[in-house]
């Protein structure tokens, strides 16, 4: 059965994959990181799909060790140079298939040293499933959020030693990862935030013990939450009682702001399904550059 907190991302598919696959876990994966499309997310828009070449990149697979393990990740920067302001870019549910690859080089492209991790690599491999309700089941719901934040702690760590300047990180995610950029914002080392449609409210549990709205008074870093008006798993209440919790908070609590578009599905940066929205996505996609600057990362 497909966890509720979820249900958004469900919905947003377009439909007609539904073939079972088990997963291969590490087989398939390094193989996969940030090549084609997640199965799970069904059948891709190439007319809209946005394509960003490497030209004047560095790009490819880095892996980053945390607590012993090695931990996949795909980066890409401007070529040659060093003591660049990092973006940590959170997947979707899916993993860091092309479409997260694409965001990585986007921010390279507007000067970033850009990272995202396979945050599910311990519990196996997101791009061998076809089945949405399998890939949370077995996958997703095993995903702990103490090892996800501190993968991140991981990477910046390693940014800053392979040309980056940890004085300047922010974080950015989208669906399950803007859930996770809230959370990163209130205890890891980034100046700015940009939640993309990201769940502010759901059940406590011993894997996810806190959700943005318990860690909303104490921020470390301002975020900017762009969210869909449209969208069927996150209700507008649960905007409305984040900012009012983030209004008794602290003064990056103070400072953190929302953007709403009208009509907007969950998952509309996703220009590579059928829930993209072009001028939402534009906009949100530039909003996050100018957020990124105005809070001294860029």
Partial sequence: MLHP???AEFDSLAPGRTTEAGPSRRTALQAALGVGYAAAAGAVAAQTAIKTTAEGLTTGEITVEVNGFKVPAYRAAPAGKSNLPVVLVVQEIFGVHEHIADVVRRFAKAGYLAIAPELYA????????????????????KVPDAQVLA????VVKWAGANG????????????WGGRITWLYAAQGPVKAAVAWYG???????PLTPNNPIDLASKMNAPVLGLYGSADQGIPQDTIDKMKAALASGNAAAKASQFVVYEGAPHGFHADYRASYRKDAAEN????????FKANGVA
């Fill in 5 to 7: 907190d979820h249900r």
């Fill in 122 to 141: 311990r519990q196996g491999d997101p791009s061998q499933y076809n089945e949405m309700a399998k890939l949370m089941s077995e996958v997703v719901s």
């Fill in 164 to 175: 980056g300047n940890t004085s300047k990180v922010a974080i950015t995610g989208f669906c």
């Fill in 199 to 205: 769940r502010l409210v759901g059940a406590s549990t």
């Fill in 284 to 291: 949100g996609f530039q909003r996050t550059l100018d957020w």
């Fill in 151 to 154: 993968d991140l702690d991981g």
